[in-house]
Antibody, heavy 117, light 110 residues
Framework: EVQLVESGGGLVQPGGSLRLSCAVSGVTFNSYWMHWVRQAPGKGLVWVSRISSDGSTTTYADSVKGRFTISRDNARDTLYLQMNSLRAEDTAVYYC??????????WGLGTLVTVSS | QSALTQPPSVSGSPGQSVTVSCTGTSSDVGSYNRVSWYQQPPGTAPKLMIYEVSNRPSGVTDRFSGSKSGNTASLTISGLQAEDEADYYCSSYTSSSTFVFGTGTKVTVL
């Protein structure tokens, strides 16, 4: 059974940093591109970033470029999202998701990030 | 990258069909057959319902179908059931090698 489990969310002050993790099991992690998608409370889904299976290629939404960094550790079957210079508008549930055929076929349950003073 | 445009809500009675539209541009929906649809009941993670415009993943009922014409993709739910009530989002790959989601549509079963 494929499982994606996010962790690392919490309350952080504006300007602060946080690192999210996504532990993946039940699948050959190093064969798949992976994504981060977020959803502000009561709002829609917003694509954040993706990373290639070997970690050599990364892309970002304009809203997070230069502040967020996606990475992965294929030895640990774990995806990361380093978030710096956080703003109130970054408050959201952050989901990790596996890419298959340019879609996201498996999703985690999400981890909540709240940016507030 | 602006979000793809979806109607805020659609509704139908049990057994009816409803269609959700998803309008993008020539830089995303219009250029690639890489449009997906996701179902998200309240308080849950999204679930993939359609990929590559019209393909259903294993386990998704054939009451869900997808299509595309020009810059607009569509999701049709046939034989509407109470369990179909949820938010639905489209997504597309873009010419910038990024992805973009739609604004979301709440489907209500009357």
């Amino acid at each position: 059974e494929v499982q994606l489990v996010e962790s690392g969310g919490g309350l952080v002050q504006p300007g602060g940093s946080l690192r999210l993790s996504c532990a993946v099991s039940g699948v050959t992690f190093n064969s798949y591109w992976m994504h981060w998608v977020r959803q502000a409370p009561g709002k829609g889904l917003v694509w954040v970033s993706r990373i290639s299976s070997d970690g050599s290629t990364t892309t970002y939404a304009d809203s997070v470029k230069g502040r967020f960094t996606i990475s992965r550790d294929n030895a640990r079957d774990t995806l990361y999202l380093q978030m710096n210079s956080l703003r109130a508008e970054d408050t959201a549930v952050y989901y990790c998701a596996r890419q298959q055929d340019y879609s996201n076929d498996y999703w985690g349950l999400g981890t909540l990030v709240t940016v507030s003073s | 990258q602006s979000a793809l445009t979806q109607p805020p809500s659609v509704s139908g009675s049990p057994g009816q069909s409803v269609t959700v539209s998803c309008t993008g541009t020539s830089s995303d929906v219009g250029s690639y057959n890489r449009v997906s649809w996701y179902q998200q009941p309240p308080g849950t993670a999204p679930k993939l319902m359609i990929y590559e415009v019209s393909n259903r993943p294993s386990g998704v009922t054939d009451r869900f179908s997808g299509s595309k014409s020009g810059n607009t993709a569509s999701l049709t739910i046939s034989g509407l059931q109470a369990e179909d009530e949820a938010d639905y989002y489209c997504s597309s790959y873009t010419s910038s090698s990024t992805f973009v989601f739609g604004t979301g549509t709440k489907v209500t079963v009357l």
